[in-house]
């Protein structure tokens, strides 16, 4: 919801600034006549996370750094605190570059009448996902144990990206080492040793030939390769959007059912209906809508497993979990073994395409400088043939 500024003056006669969220300018001087404030001004304020060039006025946080706001924030919250107390805590007791600041002005911000998930949103340097699970926390007034849920699906996304890098640091080692090394051989060994064989007039290998183009190629080619590479990263980074690759399809799509279905049966088991749970969890889905079309079919009559089904972006082998959750009452429960099961599969999945990596990179590489050391050594042996005759 929008958050307003109002300057007005109290029952009592004393004139105050006051910040609150409302669903709009109307409602807010509803409210406040209802508190007999006398309202002089009303104005809606912007969140301003965005600066020149549109990029964000700081850095996002880490998962690291939003692993240990999510566990810091759910440990202080089980204790009974209210959240500015909290806020206060973390606040004097991090020590943290960047955490500090941030839980400074969450505080202000949660003072001065605005939720913590706006608050969040507002600041910019939390994910989209974490600000969503946050609001659906507040909404259902299960915030702490959200908050502890989030923590525990950034850490596995975290041990799941550190085994996968710890997989592929060879392999992309090789990879770069590899492509410098035929960068090298094409744009200064090639041409002087094909310069010689045809300077001997002695006839150049059909293989020869095409290195001698694909050298040519890379040395007329590679400042506009290097120069579009960089605008295109430029291009994404600005516009935040990154390059999907179809092999890691399946992981995301089952990594989005992961924090659907966990998120939905965090949402039942705290009593939430599973229309409102659906509406909760819909920031935390990429595909826009998809959830909010699965809750129309709800309310117009059909059950979850058949809305998933009606709906036609849910695999079968979840819709069929689903319907046997639904007839044994345990529905909350099949959603969170679900999400697990689903979160198992991305791990299993990307761990698959890690330990490919390191063979297919070194069989291409292996195939690059094989080709280019024969059709170098093809010329070569031929001029030492005709020499010795």
Request: hydrophobic content about 45%; glycine content about 8%.
């Amino acid at each position: 919801m929008p958050l307003f500024r109002a300057e007005l003056y109290t029952p009592d006669g004393a004139r105050r600034t006051v910040r609150r969220e409302a669903a709009s300018e109307n409602d807010l001087l509803r409210e406040l006549a209802a508190e007999r404030c006398t309202v002089v001004s009303v104005k809606e304020e912007k969140p301003r996370a965005w600066s020149f060039g549109g990029r964000s006025r700081r850095k996002k946080l880490s998962l690291e750094e939003q692993h240990l706001f999510c566990a810091t924030l759910s440990s202080f919250m089980r204790s009974g605190l209210s959240l500015t107390e909290v806020l206060k805590l973390l606040q004097k007791q991090t020590r943290g570059k960047n955490l500090k600041p941030i839980y400074t002005e969450l505080r202000e911000s949660v003072e001065g009448g605005r939720s913590l998930a706006a608050s969040m949103a507002a600041l910019g340097v939390f994910r989209p996902g974490l600000v969503g699970m946050v609001e659906s926390g507040e909404k259902s007034a299960s915030l702490g144990e959200i908050l502890e849920k989030a923590g525990e699906l950034i850490q596995n996304e975290i041990s799941l990206r550190r085994k996968i890098q710890t997989a592929l640091t060879y392999p992309v080692l090789m990879l770069f080492v590899g492509m410098g090394v035929v960068i090298f051989l094409l744009s200064f060994v090639v041409p002087r040793l094909t310069a010689l064989v045809i300077e001997s007039g002695a006839q150049l290998p059909l293989i020869t030939r095409m290195l001698i183009f694909v050298s040519d190629a890379v040395r007329a080619g590679i400042i506009p390769f290097a120069a579009a590479v960089a605008l295109l990263a430029l291009y994404l980074r600005r516009k935040h959007k990154k390059i999907s690759l179809p092999l890691f399809r399946e992981a995301r799509e089952n990594l989005t059912f992961a924090l659907i279905f966990s998120q939905t049966g965090t949402l039942l088991r705290t009593g939430i209906p599973l229309v409102q749970a659906l509406k909760l969890t819909e920031p935390l889905d990429p595909v826009k809508g998809r959830l909010s079309t699965v809750a129309d079919y709800i309310k117009e009559g059909y059950r979850f497993s058949q809305a998933l089904e009606k709906e036609g972006s849910f695999p079968e082998e979840i819709t069929t979990v689903i319907r046997v959750g639904e007839a044994g009452g345990t529905l909350a429960e099949t959603s969170e073994r679900l999400g697990a099961s689903c979160w198992e599969y991305a791990q299993s999945s990307m761990q698959k395409w890690a330990t490919l990596a390191e063979p297919l990179i070194i069989l291409v590489m292996g195939l690059l400088v094989g080709f280019v050391v024969v059709a170098v050594l093809l010329p070569i042996f031929d001029l030492s043939s005709l020499a010795g005759m």
